[in-house]
């Protein structure tokens, strides 16, 4: 590509967050001649994309279009990412930034072939927070089949005991290096992307929908890993209480989003997410009956409405307008779900083998407050841009509930205004 | 329901159940959480989302007449749930209010009783009605006010300042009109519940047949006494005890009226009673259980600032704990011997005894006959029975 006018090389773009948002940002602005830093702080860059098993409406694989992603990042030598590391301090004003970031050790280095003899030869076992801690891994451990950079991970959690040792000796490439230590690194960039992306919202804040007391009743990315063929059942939908497959599901919409009680704003792709999920669920089991509560289907534009449509002519799946309020027992790992039908007016107990609690999202910042000073946040802690200004912005779910499509929409065009911050300069 | 229906929207009334404390009303999305979330709804059109989308709408005909505003306790749980704030518990408060107000003639008394402007024209009221018709008297003749009141046996008797045959002249006629108004009142609201349960397929029953439906209330009102529909509620469930005070307080306090008027009247035995007497036993401890009831409910409401507290709200419960403390203080001053503070707090007790007999069918203390008539006629209906 022919270089624009206007010098590019004046200055580097950092992007925060290495999912779909983040990485779409990256390129765009990397494959346009910027030298572009990202900053991950999992092992593994691809973020909640990484643990879909589709996308909709199209229903493709998401590693798809990572891989695709990944394979562009490989081949760009202006983009350098950063995996296990945090942003810790921001200085600066607009064009010219200064940003330390803490490089935390992984204890594999580059020598690594996945060959995966350290994993067997560690015995202790921790949680796998890929999959919501619905199985476990070894100590050290590829953070999922996809991984990329693909490349093993010595859990902090064995560090200092016979298992790390066992994983050293195992290793036949030199890869363990039990003596990695943490790096701060000081880079200067002339604008900085905040990607920093969602976390489904805390079930177990929902009271009275009994997540965390009832082990059938879980959310919807659970849901969404179960049905993954990376998942911690290799893609069988099976309930948790006793891994049988469920004869009938119900999805709670709502659960949690759009209330003040919780999170007060619509988390725009649940609806969405639960008619994918009920596509799941019927392809693995042709008998199995799906509710879905919801108090208004939203699929917006006429892709999504086609999708709801074709989801509606399914005749085991039935929509009930009316949300969830309640949850019993029902006995035998059954759980009974308490609405009413505003429709007719009538309170339905619906007896179900599963519950899919359809969680919505809240950006990372409202957890865990971001080390930039001068940014504008909602009360739900989503990022307000301030595009006059420029310098640093926010994109993707960081910014405000989004899906994929409008993540990657939006990362484009935060590329461009990354980069018109520092033709201003 | 009609497969066609004309909303025709009264935004009066919507104005006014948003007036009354359901300011909350139109930040409803009609999600459903409250229906569920109450513990007391019937499976069969349970409240109060209908309720919810009803009042937003303005079908004041769909409201006012449904025996559901009177089935909810006001608990709460369903505004603690509700995911927008639209407080249907305060929703549901204000339409009750609207309803004993819609039954209640005339209105005039009605519109005054809930008016807080109107509030020292009421208070002025009995005092003038009491004065007035004892100083007639007195040119007459006849001394039933007596401004120096002698001592009976040494001791002093609120009876020789204000007669008891001054007292019942204006009592007696006063219950009477209560009651008249209650009937008239009933009498309407009774044909329309059952008219709206007709029509809203919450019941089977075609006509009310008079012996089924005194034989709901009958199995209704143990469960009233025991406040069985209170305690099922989680959210407001500590407002059950002291509500249950105040009751049986007054229910004891007219067993103790009934036998202070049989004995007069009948037996011609004048009070004061003696503190030994298991009568007296019964008033002293109604009047604490009372004083502790309205004392702890007013607290309650105080520290409640998310739920709405209307001027009815505390019209009644002031009146309910005025009336406990006057009674209590005329007793303790009289054997204080502080003859004129006990006249003066026996007259002022007087007066909020008139408020509470005159006012009754017009004040939120209605909800004593229409949510018994209206949790009777739900038994009746059969509408619980029938569940999905």
Redesign the interface.
């Known amino acids: 590509m022919s270089e624009a006018q206007g010098a590019p090389f004046s200055g580097s773009i950092m992007v925060v967050g290495g999912g779909i948002s983040g990485l779409t940002t990256a390129l765009e602005a990397a494959e346009v001649g910027y030298e572009v830093f990202i900053v991950e702080k999992n092992p593994y860059l691809g973020g909640r994309v990484a643990q879909l098993k589709q996308y909709f409406p199209k229903l493709c694989p998401p590693t798809c279009g990572l891989e695709i992603n990944f394979r562009r990042i490989k081949d760009n030598p202006r983009i350098k990412f950063f995996t296990l590391a945090d942003v810790e301090k921001v200085s600066g004003s607009p064009g010219n930034y200064n940003v330390s970031i803490k490089l935390n050790p992984r204890y594999v280095n580059e020598n690594c072939t996945c060959c995966g003899a350290c994993a067997e030869a560690c015995q202790t076992e921790i949680s796998n927070e890929f999959n919501f801690g619905m199985d476990k891994t070894r100590g050290a451990f590829l953070p999922h089949e996809m991984a990329f950079p693909s490349r093993y991970v010595i859990s902090p959690q064995i560090l200092g005991t016979e298992d790390a040792k066992r994983c050293k000796e195992a290793c036949g490439y030199d890869a363990v290096d039990l003596d990695m230590q943490p790096k701060t690194l000081d880079l200067n960039v002339g604008a900085i992307v905040w990607a920093t992306g969602w976390e489904p919202y805390d079930a177990s804040k929902i009271d009275?929908l009994g997540f965390g007391q009832y082990p059938n009743i879980i959310t919807n990315m659970m849901l969404e890993r179960l049905a993954a063929a990376n998942g911690p059942t290799k893609g069988q939908i099976l309930r948790p209480s006793d891994s049988q497959a469920p004869k009938s599901v119900a999805f709670v919409q709502?659960a949690g989003s759009?209330?003040?009680?919780?999170l007060p704003y619509c988390s725009y792709i649940c609806c969405m997410a639960s008619l994918k999920h009920a596509t799941y669920i019927r392809e693995q089991y042709p008998d199995a009956k799906v509710y879905i509560f919801y108090?208004d289907m939203r699929a917006p534009g006429y892709r999504y409405e086609k999708f709801y449509e074709k989801i509606k002519t399914d005749e085991n799946v039935e929509f009930i307008?009316?949300?969830?309020?309640?949850v019993e027992d029902a006995g035998s790992g059954q759980v009974t779900v308490?609405?009413?039908?505003?429709v007719n007016?009538?309170?339905?107990?619906q007896t179900v083998d599963m519950v899919v609690l359809a969680t919505g999202m809240q950006p990372t910042a409202a957890n865990a407050k971001l080390p930039a000073a001068d940014m504008n946040y909602t009360d739900d802690g989503f990022i307000i841009n301030d595009l006059d200004k420029g310098g640093m912005f926010a994109t993707g779910c960081a910014n405000r509930p989004a899906d994929v499509m409008m993540s990657n929409q939006n990362a484009t065009g935060i590329a461009l205004k990354a980069i018109q911050t520092m033709m201003k300069r | 329901m009609a497969d066609k229906y004309l909303v025709q929207p009264d935004i009066d009334f919507i104005n006014k159940v948003r007036a009354n404390g359901g300011e909350s009303l139109k930040k409803c999305?009609?999600?459903?959480?409250?229906?569920?979330?109450c513990p007391i709804?019937?499976?069969?059109?349970?409240f109060p989302?209908?309720e919810m989308i009803a009042a937003s709408w303005g079908l004041k005909d769909k409201l006012l007449c449904s025996p559901d505003i009177w089935l909810c306790h006001n608990c709460g749980d369903c505004s603690t749930?509700c995911?927008?704030?639209a407080k249907p518990g305060d929703v549901m408060a204000s339409l009750r209010m609207m309803a004993i107000n819609e039954y209640a003639t005339p209105k005039s008394v009605a519109n005054a009783v809930n008016d807080r402007k109107k509030l020292p024209l009421l208070i002025a009221l009995p005092a003038i009605v009491f004065i007035v018709l004892g100083l007639i008297l007195k040119m007459l003749g006849i001394n039933w006010l007596n401004f120096s009141p002698e001592r009976i046996h040494g001791e002093i008797a609120h009876a020789q300042f204000f007669s008891t045959w001054l007292v019942d002249l204006v009592f007696i006629p006063l219950s009477i009109w209560a009651v008249a108004v209650f009937a008239l009142g009933l009498k309407r609201f009774i044909a329309d519940m059952h008219k709206n349960a007709v029509a809203?397929g919450k019941t089977d029953k075609e006509t009310i047949d008079v012996k089924g439906f005194l034989s709901a209330l009958v199995r209704v009102i143990p469960q009233i006494l025991k406040h069985n529909k209170f305690s099922e509620c989680s959210e407001n469930n500590d407002r059950a005890t002291p509500h249950m005070m105040v009751l049986f307080s007054f229910i004891g306090l007219l067993i103790v009226t009934g036998v202070f008027f049989i004995t007069l009247y009948v037996f011609g035995i004048h009070g004061p009673y003696s503190q030994l007497n298991p009568i007296k036993i019964l008033a002293n401890i109604s009047g604490i259980a009372l004083i502790i009831g309205a004392a702890l409910l007013i607290r309650q409401r105080m520290n409640k600032p998310d739920e709405v507290s209307t001027y009815k709200d505390w019209y009644l419960l002031w009146l309910v704990l005025g009336l406990g403390v006057t009674g209590m203080l005329a007793e303790l001053t009289r054997l204080a011997d502080a003859a004129f503070l006990t006249y003066l707090i026996y007259f002022i007790h007087l007066m909020l005894v008139f408020h509470l007999i005159a006012f009754l069918p017009f004040s939120k203390l209605a909800h004593l006959v229409y949510r018994t008539v209206a949790m009777a006629y739900n038994e009746y209906s059969g509408r619980e029975a029938k569940k999905?």
């Open positions: 009275n709502c759009r209330d003040e009680n919780h108090i307008k009316g949300k969830v309020a309640a308490v609405a009413e039908d505003a007016g009538e309170k339905i107990h | 999305f009609q999600c459903a959480t409250c229906s569920v979330a709804a019937p499976d069969r059109k349970p989302r209908k749930l995911p927008r704030g809203e999905a």
